[in-house]
């Protein structure tokens, strides 16, 4: 009896990194968020979790992809899968780039160095947002001092606003061509900032004001309180380094980001723009945030490397199309013209799969990192990270295909 009792009485083994620990029960991207729900400031969460007025195109996002079903095939040697791809002339070993998110370090201290850290790892390309939290220099030398693979150089990507000031931009460009970044993917959706009503309720600004509201949120989340006052400001860091910036622009002081992006960007932005990004960088351009078939041929018209199809996670345009819903249309329209990205709602390595079979050359996400950085820092988006990629892999195997690169719609069916 004693012998059985001690087959079934196992515990698991204390964890003392509470990093780790919290982590042992995470099984998908849902837990990551519960986690980072409870350990980050309600402000904060909603900053970060929440979209433009009903949410509605926040929610359709993610409910696209579950609109999609397999058609698996059975009996066929899955042994060994494959899940690298091609993207802009490069191979890398998961069709997956991390989105730019502007404020990253209000989630993780580390911010966008523990996000390109874990990119690198990963060997995946990650997007630096103008409104980041860390500077293009800092990003690439966190980037330079992972140790890479086979192809022996990093992916970071920058993503570029329009301020007003186009002398600013400039600047940015040529910082991130000076540090070796491989493409600037010029965000077109935010002509006007979304009304996102979470933060308006909450009164909300970047980095969070102290009143009362905030100072009870505070107390009741020690941890984050902690190391948000223990941690250097946290600044728009690449506004802050240049030279053209003045100290208000820089987000030492707490602003209100429709306000702040009202002012600062440019709503006059055209297609002319693409042509002035070519006169100043030598590398790819994507452009992110395109909504419709007639803007990705558009696209293609104006010789950019990639398109990101986007609706800015919901943050923007509510009722705008799930960006999975325009892969097939886009690519039946312009063929190979252009690298498609779907970015998005994609929370499981499934979506990548269903992104890859009807056309996309990638699946770009955001929140997923961001609640996997609340949640457990770094290590929590090394997690996301290997979950995305093993189910990629998982997803697969189960449907009877062995290379992602080579699948297509047969392998769908639309419920
Ligand atoms: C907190 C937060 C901040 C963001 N900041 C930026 C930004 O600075 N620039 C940008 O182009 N997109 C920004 N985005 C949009 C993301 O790049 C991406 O389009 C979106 O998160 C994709 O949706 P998903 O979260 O469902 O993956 C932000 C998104 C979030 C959630």
């Known amino acids: ?124 390309p990650y997007v630096l947002s103008t409104m980041g939290t860390r500077s293009i220099e800092e990003l690439a030398a966190a980037s330079d001092a992972v140790p890479w693979g086979a192809e022996g150089d990093r992916r970071l990507w920058f993503q570029v606003y329009t301020w007003r000031d186009r002398g600013l931009v400039r600047e940015m460009v040529e910082r991130a061509a000076a540090a070796r970044y491989e493409a600037l993917v010029l965000t077109v959706d935010t002509a006007v900032l979304g009304r996102r009503e979470r933060d308006v309720r909450r009164g909300m600004t970047l980095p969070p004001k102290l009143g009362p509201g905030t100072v009870v949120d505070g107390i009741r989340h020690p941890g984050w309180t902690w190391q948000f006052l223990r941690n250097e400001p946290i600044v728009f860091a690449n506004v802050a380094t240049s030279r ?29 723009e693409i042509a002035w990004l070519r006169s100043i960088w030598d590398g790819k351009i994507l452009i992110k945030g395109v909504q419709s078939v007639a803007d990705v041929r558009l696209a293609c018209e104006h010789a950019v490397d990639g398109v990101c199809l986007s609706n800015h996670g919901g943050r923007q345009l509510d009722d705008a199309p799930a960006p999975i819903d325009l892969v097939a249309p886009c690519r039946d329209a312009v063929g190979d013209g252009v690298e498609l990205i779907a970015d998005g709602g994609a929370r499981r390595g499934s979506d990548i799969v269903k992104a890859r079979a009807l056309g996309a050359d990638a699946v770009m996400t955001g929140r997923p990192y961001l609640y996997a950085l609340g949640a457990a820092g770094e290590r929590g988006v090394d997690w996301l990270l290997d979950f995305l990629a093993d189910g990629t892999r998982q997803t697969l195997a189960l449907c009877g295909a062995t290379e992602l690169r080579t699948i297509g719609r047969e392998l769908l069916r639309t419920r």
Not at 68 to 80: A, C, K, N, Q
Not at 97 to 118: K, M, N, S, W
Not at 250 to 270: C, K, M, T, Y
């Open 1 to 124: 009896m004693l012998e059985t009792l001690r087959s079934v009485l196992q515990f698991r083994r204390f964890e003392p990194d509470p990093q780790k620990r919290r982590l042992v029960s995470v099984a998908n991207v849902d837990d990551l968020r519960r986690i980072a729900e409870r350990r980050l400031p309600a402000g904060v969460f909603d900053y970060i979790d929440g979209g433009a007025q009903d949410e509605r195109t926040l929610a359709d996002n993610v409910a696209a992809y579950r609109r999609i079903g397999f058609e698996p095939r059975v009996l066929r040697d899955v042994s060994r899968v494959d899940t690298s791809v091609t993207l802009l002339g490069r191979p890398t070993p998961l069709p997956l780039v991390l989105a730019p998110t502007g404020f990253t370090r209000i989630a993780d201290p580390q911010g966008e160095l523990a996000v390109a850290r874990a990119c690198a790892r990963a060997g995946i």
């Open 244 to 272: 053209a910036a003045t100290s208000t622009e820089d987000g030492s002081r707490a602003v209100d980001l429709a306000e702040q992006i009202n002012r600062q960007f440019d709503p006059s932005l055209s297609w002319d």
